[in-house]
C-alpha cells in the first residue's frame, strides 16, 4: 500500500468512525460548548494600553523611565472656546477653574500633571528695585473687577510658557492637559467622567473640545452598542442570505451553528486563558467567523451533490460529503491557522494576544465545520421538497458556465495575462501603503467625527494636541545649567520647529533667558542664558524657589542631569513621526561634541514612533513567514512542493491588490490592521484549495480535464458563488459603522472575498489548464490531458 492509499484508508476510517458514533460525537461536542459557553459569556471586551507597547523597544523603555515626571501618552486635552470677544471673562475664567478643579477627581489622574492658566503651577514672576515675587496666575481665586481682569491678561501676554501654549494667541481659547497613570487607565471611565466635566461648563457662548488616546477608545466603547447592532444585523443578513441561496434549512441553520460553536470555543478558551477581547478586533472575529460559515457550506452543498447523484441515504451522502472536502477543509484551516500565529513574532502584545485567539479561533472549524455539519446532515431525511420557491440555481449555473468557458477556450490566455498585469500594477502601487496612520486625526474615526473635529479646532488654535518628549541627558549632576548645554537643547529646538507638522516645542532652555529678562526688569537685551553654570543654576534657583514641589518637574528632573523637550506635533501621521525621528538622530549625528546626549522618544508620538517600526521591520517577515506556511502546508498535503507555489499565486495576487487598495485608500497598517493583512493570506487560498482539489479528484476517477474542470465549477465552485456572494453582501453592512476602522475593515474583506473568489474560479482552471501542475495529475493521466486540450483547441 503507497502512502496515498495508506492515507487514505486512516480518512475512511475516521469518517466511518465520526458517522457511525455521531450520537457520541455530538454530545462531546455539545458538552464542550457548553462548557465554553459559561466561560464565554465572562469575557471582557476593552482596550488596554500596555497592549499596545512593544516593552523591548528603547523608545518604550525611555518613556516608562521619564513618563511620571515628562508626560505619559495618555494625555486628555480640553480647550474651552469662546464664541464672542475673548476670554477675559469672570464666568469664561470661573470655567477654566472649573474643569482645572474636577480633573484632580478623575480616577487614575496624575495630578501632577494637571496643567493650565488656572493651575497653581502655572506660575507669574515679576522683579522690581523691591525684590522678586512668584506667584500663581489665577490660583486660588478667579479675578472679578475688570481691573484685575485686565492684570491677568497682560501678564499671561508677557508669559511665554502660558500665552500660545496654554492661551491661545488670539485669546479666545484656553487649554486644559491632564495625563495619567498608564496602569490605572481605564478608558471607558475616564471617558464618562471627563465628558461630564466637559458638558458641565459647555453652554453660555462657550465650546469644549476633548482629545486624546483616553478620549479615543473611550469613543470605541461608547460605540459597542452600535457594534452590537451591525454585528446581529450582519448574522441576520447571512441568515436571510443563505436561506435565500440554499433553499433549505439545513443549508441555513448548520452553516451558522458551525459559526456560534467556533465563537463560543474560540471565546471560552480565551477566557480560560486570562484574554480579553479589544473592541476593534471584533472585526476579525467576524472575519473568522465567516470561513467557518464557508467551509460548512460547502459541505452542505457537496451532500446536496451527493442526493442528486443517486447516494441511497442521507448518511452515505454525509460520509461522502466528509471524505472528498475533509482534505481541502483542515488544508484551508491549518493554512489559515498558520499564517494567523506567526502575527505573534511582532513583539506588540495586542497583536500577540490577536494572535492567539485568532490561531485558536480558526483551529475550532476543524471541528465545527469539518467533522459537525457533515455529522449532523448524516441524520437529515432525504428532503423532497424546497423551504421556498425562489429559485436561483439557474443564475448561478449560468455564472459558472461563463466561469467554465473561460477555463476551456482560449479565453484563459487573456485571463491569465490580465492577472500578471493586475499583478505587477498592483504590486508597483502597493508601496504607496503607508506604516502608521496615512492621514491626520484618527483614523479609527470618521473625519467628521466629533474627536477628529475636536483635534483640528485644538490643532488650529494651538501648537498641537500630540506631544513627544525627547529626554537631553548630560554627563552629571548640574551639567545641564551649563551656558553650552542649553545652548543645544535651545538649537535642537530651532531645529526641530522647522518641520512643518511640528507646531512648537518648550523645555528647559525657554526658562532661563525669560527669567533673566524678568530680572533686568523686562529689558529685552537680556534675554540670553546666564555667563555660566554658575549664574544659571541662581536664575533657576529663583523660579523654583517660589514654587511647589515638582512644578519645574515637567522640564528637568532635580539633579539637572535629565531634561525633556516637549515637541507639539499637529498630527500624528505615520510619516509625521518617522520624519521627526529622522530629524532627531539627524541633528545628534551633527553636533557629535555635543555637550549633552539625546535619547528617544516619549509621549504618545513616542509609543506610536515604536510600534510602527516594530510593524515596518515585522511586515515584511510576518508576510514571508505566513506564505512560507502555506507553501509547507500545501507541499506536505500534496507531496508537492510545486503545490505550495502553485497555490501562492491567488495569494500574492489577493494580497497585492489589497495592499493596494489599502494605499489609495489612505489605510495605513498599524496595529489593528496588521492582523487582518496575515488573517488575509489565508482567505486567499481557501477557495482555490476546494476547486483545485476537485478537479484533482475528478482527474484521479478518470474525468476528462476539461471534464474535470466542468464539475469541480458545478460543485466547489458552487460553494465559493454562493458563500462569496452571501458574505460580501452582508459585510457591506459594516459599511455604516460610526467607527471608520470597522467600516474599512468590511471593505477590505469583501475585496479579499472577492478577489479569492474570482481567482478560484477564473484564474485557477486557467491555470490548471496552461500549467498542468504534477501533482494535480495522476500518472500517466497529464499526457492524455494535454492530448485532449490540443485536440479541443484544434477542433
Not at 200 to 214: H, K, L, M, Q, T
Not at 265 to 294: C, E, K, M, Q, T
Request: include cysteine; hydrophobic fraction near 50%.
Amino acid at each position: 500500500m503507497n502512502p496515498s492509499q495508506e492515507h487514505q484508508g486512516r480518512l475512511f476510517r475516521f469518517v466511518e468512525f465520526c458517522i457511525r458514533r455521531r450520537v457520541l460525537v455530538v454530545a462531546v461536542i455539545a458538552l464542550i460548548t457548553a462548557l465554553m459557553a459559561v466561560l464565554a459569556v465572562r469575557i471582557e471586551i476593552k482596550t488596554v494600553f500596555d497592549d499596545l507597547l512593544p516593552a523591548n523597544h528603547p523608545y518604550i523603555k525611555v518613556h516608562e523611565q521619564f513618563k511620571q515626571n515628562f508626560g505619559g501618552s495618555n494625555l486628555v486635552s480640553i480647550m474651552l472656546e469662546v464664541e464672542d470677544g475673548d476670554i477675559f471673562k469672570p464666568a469664561v475664567l470661573s470655567k477654566v477653574q472649573k474643569v482645572t478643579q474636577d480633573l484632580q477627581y478623575i480616577e487614575g489622574v496624575n495630578q501632577f500633571q494637571i496643567i493650565s492658566l488656572a493651575a497653581k503651577k502655572a506660575k507669574e514672576v515679576r522683579a522690581s528695585t523691591e525684590g522678586i515675587d512668584i506667584k500663581p496666575l489665577m490660583w486660588p481665586s478667579v479675578p472679578q473687577s475688570a481691573e484685575d481682569v485686565a492684570k491677568l491678561k497682560e501678564a499671561v501676554l508677557h508669559n511665554p510658557l502660558i500665552y500660545g501654549a496654554y492661551v491661545s494667541r488670539d485669546l479666545k481659547a484656553a487649554l486644559i492637559t491632564v495625563d495619567f497613570y498608564d496602569k490605572e487607565v481605564r478608558y471607558d471611565r475616564i471617558f464618562d467622567q471627563i465628558g461630564k466635566i466637559a458638558r458641565s461648563v459647555e453652554g453660555d457662548g462657550v465650546a469644549v473640545r476633548v482629545v486624546g488616546e483616553p478620549m479615543l477608545y473611550g469613543w470605541v466603547n461608547h460605540y459597542l452598542p452600535e457594534t452590537g447592532r451591525i454585528f446581529l444585523i450582519t448574522i441576520a443578513a447571512l441568515i436571510v442570505l443563505l436561506f435565500f441561496t440554499a433553499r433549505t434549512w439545513r443549508g441555513t441553520l448548520l452553516p451558522l451553528l458551525a459559526g456560534v460553536v467556533s465563537a463560543v470555543w474560540a471565546l471560552g478558551a480565551a477566557r480560560l486563558a486570562g484574554l480579553h477581547l479589544d473592541p476593534l478586533v471584533i472585526v476579525v472575529a467576524f472575519l473568522i467567523s465567516a470561513r467557518a460559515i464557508s467551509h460548512s457550506v460547502q459541505l452542505v452543498i457537496h451532500y446536496d451533490d451527493e442526493l442528486a447523484k443517486g447516494a441511497p441515504d442521507s448518511t452515505a451522502a454525509a460520509k461522502a460529503a466528509m471524505t472528498a472536502l475533509f482534505k481541502p477543509g483542515m488544508l484551508g484551516v491549518i493554512a489559515d491557522a498558520g499564517c494567523m500565529i506567526v502575527v505573534i513574532l511582532t513583539p506588540i502584545p495586542l497583536l500577540q494576544k490577536v494572535a492567539v485567539i485568532g490561531t485558536v479561533w480558526v483551529s475550532t472549524i476543524a471541528v465545527s465545520a469539518c467533522v459537525l455539519t457533515p455529522v449532523l446532515l448524516s441524520w437529515i431525511r432525504k428532503p423532497n421538497s424546497y423551504a421556498h420557491p425562489v429559485n436561483i440555481q439557474p443564475v448561478l449555473r449560468w455564472l459558472l458556465q461563463r466561469c467554465i468557458g473561460v477555463a476551456t477556450t482560449r479565453a484563459r490566455y487573456v485571463v491569465i495575462a490580465l492577472t500578471a498585469v493586475l499583478f505587477v500594477a498592483s504590486g508597483i502601487y502597493a508601496f504607496n501603503l503607508k506604516v502608521g496612520d496615512a492621514n491626520p486625526g484618527s483614523p479609527i474615526l470618521w473625519g467628521d467625527s466629533r474627536y477628529n473635529l475636536d483635534a483640528a479646532a485644538i490643532n488650529q488654535r494651538f501648537a498641537g494636541a500630540d506631544r513627544m518628549f525627547v529626554v537631553v541627558s548630560g554627563a552629571g549632576t548640574d551639567s545641564l545649567k551649563e551656558p553650552k548645554a542649553l545652548a543645544t537643547m535651545a538649537a535642537f529646538q530651532a531645529f526641530m520647529e522647522n518641520q512643518p507638522e511640528v507646531g512648537g516645542t518648550v523645555s528647559m532652555a525657554d526658562l532661563v533667558p525669560v527669567m533673566k529678562r524678568i530680572l533686568r526688569e523686562g529689558n529685552p537685551r537680556y534675554e540670553e542664558f546666564g555667563a555660566n553654570s554658575g549664574e544659571n543654576g541662581e536664575i533657576l534657583y529663583l523660579f523654583t524657589s517660589g514654587t511647589d514641589p515638582g512644578d519645574i518637574d515637567r522640564f528637568v528632573e532635580p539633579q539637572y542631569k535629565d531634561a525633556s523637550v516637549t515637541i507639539f506635533f499637529r498630527d500624528h501621521k505615520g510619516e509625521t513621526i518617522r520624519t521627526a525621528v529622522s530629524r532627531v538622530e539627524e541633528f545628534a549625528q551633527k553636533h557629535p561634541d555635543s555637550p549633552v546626549r539625546f535619547q528617544l522618544a516619549g509621549g504618545l508620538i513616542g509609543v506610536l514612533a515604536a510600534a510602527n517600526e516594530i510593524i515596518l521591520a515585522k511586515q515584511i517577515e510576518s508576510i514571508a513567514l505566513a506564505l512560507l506556511v502555506l507553501v509547507i502546508c500545501c507541499a506536505v498535503a500534496y507531496r508537492s512542493l510545486a503545490a505550495g507555489m502553485f497555490f501562492m499565486v491567488p495569494v500574492l495576487l489577493s494580497n497585492t491588490l489589497t495592499f493596494a487598495f489599502m494605499a489609495w485608500m489612505g489605510i495605513g497598517m498599524n496595529v489593528n490592521t496588521l492582523p487582518i493583512a496575515a488573517l488575509g493570506i489565508g482567505l486567499g487560498v481557501d477557495y482555490a484549495f476546494y476547486v483545485v482539489d476537485e478537479i484533482r479528484e475528478e482527474l484521479h476517477k478518470g474525468n476528462t480535464l476539461f471534464g474535470s474542470i466542468e464539475r469541480s465549477l458545478l460543485s466547489a465552485g458552487r460553494g465559493v458563488l454562493v458563500t462569496a456572494a452571501t458574505l460580501i453582501t452582508s459585510v457591506v453592512i459594516w459599511y455604516f459603522s460610526s467607527i471608520r476602522f470597522q467600516a474599512e475593515m468590511g471593505m477590505l474583506m469583501a475585496l479579499w472575498l472577492f478577489i479569492s473568489a474570482a481567482s478560484s474560479l477564473l484564474l485557477m482552471p486557467a491555470l490548471v489548464v496552461v500549467l498542468k501542475p504534477a501533482f494535480v495529475f495522476k500518472r500517466g493521466v497529464r499526457k492524455q490531458a494535454e492530448t485532449g486540450v490540443q485536440a479541443t483547441a484544434t477542433a
